[in-house]
């Protein structure tokens, strides 16, 4: 068994003296994992930080194997996330969410497309900008797993005029009128979710990983007993303090 295909690195851990074992998001594999020989080696290591973009190439006898993975580095990231504070704990989120939420080897391409615009945003832009990119890709996330919010138009009314929140129940959005007598148990709908040419503040933000986090929680980890990533909640911590 073979293939070849584009990663991105999630974690590695080590394995006997020289190996490690990578974790990786794939393009047309989804979340994969493979044992790369001597990756513990100052040559291979530095490439498998979390983060970096990879050309890989698995192998196995079977299937079902863990297999082996070769690496070449297609986009180095990781120096730049690892020495801003604030992208580091966005990295620390993407990949603690991916691995906990990604069921392993389903394929998922347009979750890894999106990953490589966020990761890249991440490094070159302010928080403001990728913290918007964050909740999006959530958001696409959950559509990639069967979850997805539907956000076009009122549950209650139809209307597509004034969506200011999501039901909780349905992931519908709703309107400011209708939301009135429900407010107190609806999840705020921040503008940039429904348009990429809405202004975006620290709240809106904290309004969407809100969301986006509640979904992930109800629909995805707790029905199979998982916490929320720890990451997770200090990127939360992040956009608390900054829209304090």
Same mark, same amino acid.
């Given at each position: 068994m073979e293939w070849k295909d584009d990663a991105i690195v999630l974690a590695t851990r080590a394995y006997g003296e020289t190996g490690l074992i990578l974790e990786a998001l794939t393009r047309h594999h989804g979340r994969h994992l493979g044992l790369v020989h001597g990756g513990a080696s100052r040559r291979i290591k530095s490439s498998l930080l979390a983060g970096n973009s990879l050309n890989v190439d698995w192998r196995a006898r +079977? *299937? =079902?194997h863990l297999g082996t993975f070769s690496v070449e580095l297609r986009r180095e990231r990781a120096g730049a996330l690892l020495e801003n504070r604030e992208a580091l704990l966005g990295l620390n989120a993407f990949t603690d969410v991916a691995r906990a939420v990604l069921p392993e080897r389903e394929p998922h391409e347009t979750v890894l497309a999106a990953a490589e615009i966020l990761l890249d945003a991440m490094g070159e832009s302010d928080f403001l900008h990728w913290g918007a990119l964050y909740v999006r890709w959530e958001a696409g996330l959950l559509d990639a797993l069967g979850f997805g919010l539907d956000l076009r138009a009122c549950a209650?009314?139809?209307t597509t005029e004034n969506l200011?929140?999501?039901s909780p129940k349905s992931g519908r959005a709703v *309107? =400011? !009128?209708a939301a009135a007598p429900y407010r107190a148990r609806? +999840?705020?709908l921040p503008a940039f979710l429904q348009s990429s040419d809405a202004s975006v *503040? !620290?709240?809106e933000i904290g309004d969407g990983l809100r969301l986006t986090g509640y979904f992930l929680q109800e629909r995805v980890l707790a029905p199979h007993h998982r916490p929320v990533p720890p990451a997770r909640l200090r990127l939360d911590a992040l956009v608390a303090r900054e829209s304090s």
């Open positions: +079977l *299937s =079902e209650a009314t139809g200011r929140y999501v *309107s =400011e !009128s609806l +999840l705020p *503040s !620290s709240v």
